[in-house]
């Protein structure tokens, strides 16, 4: 059995599908069941316990995949004691790829956060990956309210510079480290990038081609953009924290990983790629 946390984010529901697919039960930990529309052969529980020890949905499974944007609170930390205690063998964690492993990482919140997780896995006795994700495409969804209702994107960082990774890439790492039982991911750390680095100018240019549209990009103050995502839901801390790190790559160069060909022996995905997989998403 393999749990899945967030298994109905872009990420997760991915990941559940490529587990499916290889033959493994899986457990998905949701906040709404109901609603979650897995396949039927998914054993779909809560991710709240509401009062239930974190230990009894991990019951019985051998593996976990740990996506942290889907624990409330120091819930990650909670899962990693729980894994540690249940007898999970072994932890593949969703983590950030410019971590350093330095006191560098202490300056950005998001950074903190995810090696904070990392130092708490490696410290558990639980075989563990790291799937280190550079920007995932899918951000790019914060963008389609405004294509479905004009030409013109009004964000920050025109000129910031990635390699947008593919959700189907992430999971697909993730899914290799949770089947493994015979060591070869154990005490990996992955990055994973897309197979292509393009500013947000071209990305928007790329997503436009995708839906046969001429879009534009609008560069707006970052506290605007601060703004807008705040009122999403996404706390103070970690919007600064992401609009940090674009702002380190406005000019930069991205580095594309080979480790999505090194663990599944195809390229990764380009972001061309994920925009004509999510055209349908875009359009008016």
Request: glycine share 10%; no cysteine; proline share 5%.
């Amino acid at each position: 059995m393999i749990v899945v946390t967030g298994a109905t984010g872009v990420i997760g529901r991915s990941l559940v599908d490529q587990l499916l697919a290889a033959g493994a039960k899986v457990r998905a930990l949701t906040r709404d069941p109901d609603r979650a529309a897995l396949p039927g052969t998914v054993e779909t529980v809560s991710a709240e316990p509401a009062g239930r020890a974190l230990e009894g949905l991990l019951e019985g499974a051998e593996a976990l995949w740990l996506n942290p944007a889907a624990a409330q609170g120091g819930e990650a930390l909670d899962l990693v004691r729980a894994a540690a205690s249940s007898g999970v063998q072994r932890v593949a964690l969703l983590s950030a790829a410019p971590i350093t492993g330095t006191a560098a990482d202490d300056e950005n919140p998001i950074l903190r956060w995810h090696a904070g997780i990392e130092r708490a896995i490696r410290d558990s006795g639980v075989d563990w990956t790291f799937v280190r994700s550079t920007v995932f495409a899918a951000n790019a969804l914060m963008w389609a309210d405004q294509i479905r209702h004009g030409d013109t994107v009004y964000w920050p960082y025109a000129g910031a510079v990635g390699a947008p990774a593919h959700e189907k890439d992430i999971a697909a790492v993730a899914a290799a480290a949770l089947l493994d039982r015979d060591g070869t991911h154990r005490g990996a750390v992955y990055v994973v990038t897309g197979g292509e680095a393009l500013d947000r100018t071209e990305q928007l240019a790329t997503i436009g081609r995708a839906i046969g549209r001429d879009l534009h990009y609008q560069e707006i103050p970052p506290e605007a953009a601060l703004e807008r995502m705040t009122s999403t839901g996404l706390s103070r801390e970690h919007a600064l924290g992401a609009l940090k790190v674009t702002a380190a790559a406005v000019g930069q160069p991205a580095a594309i990983s080979p480790d999505v060909e090194r663990v599944t022996g195809r390229p990764a995905l380009t972001f061309t790629q994920w925009a004509a997989d999510h055209a349908a998403d875009f359009a008016a």
